[in-house]
Nanobody, 127 residues
Framework: VQLVESGGGLVQPGGSLRLSCAISGWRLSYFGVGWFRQAPGKEREGVACIVGDDGSARYESSVKGNFTISRDNAKNTVYLQMNGLEPEDTAVYYC?????????????????????WGQGTQVSVSS
């Protein structure tokens, strides 16, 4: 299984970006997928997660209302639409996947629950 993130870049405050996480080697519908980020000097944190089968999602409180996670099972791809970006959103963004299990949503911001990780994509928010 491989995960490849794309869509990062430099954006001005208030701007938007859409990140993609392309999954190969297994069907997205069997997975739970999370987006995490790591800002300079900080620990990695979960921001959003989604169940590949039914699209159930959960958001970390600081991004709720500005970030939207979605998936396209036909393309085996998960997206993170980020609106209203601010400098504090600057980080390397990672996607991660695990075989879905019953309590996945409740655990989805726990890094050890994930088996597969992408290499990350840089998001920089600056004027």
């Amino acid at each position: 299984v491989q995960l490849v993130e794309s869509g990062g870049g430099l954006v001005q405050p208030g701007g938007s970006l859409r990140l993609s996480c392309a999954i190969s080697g297994w069907r997205l519908s069997y997975f739970g997928v999370g987006w995490f980020r790591q800002a300079p000097g900080k620990e990695r944190e979960g921001v959003a997660c989604i169940v590949g089968d039914d699209g159930s999602a959960r958001y970390e409180s600081s991004v709720k209302g500005n970030f939207t996670i979605s998936r396209d099972n036909a393309k085996n791809t998960v997206y993170l639409q980020m609106n209203g970006l601010e400098p504090e959103d600057t980080a390397v963004y990672y996607c991660a996947a695990t075989n879905f299990y019953r309590n996945y949503i409740a655990h989805c911001f726990m890094e050890p629950k994930y088996d597969y990780w992408g290499q990350g994509t840089q998001v920089s928010v600056s004027s």
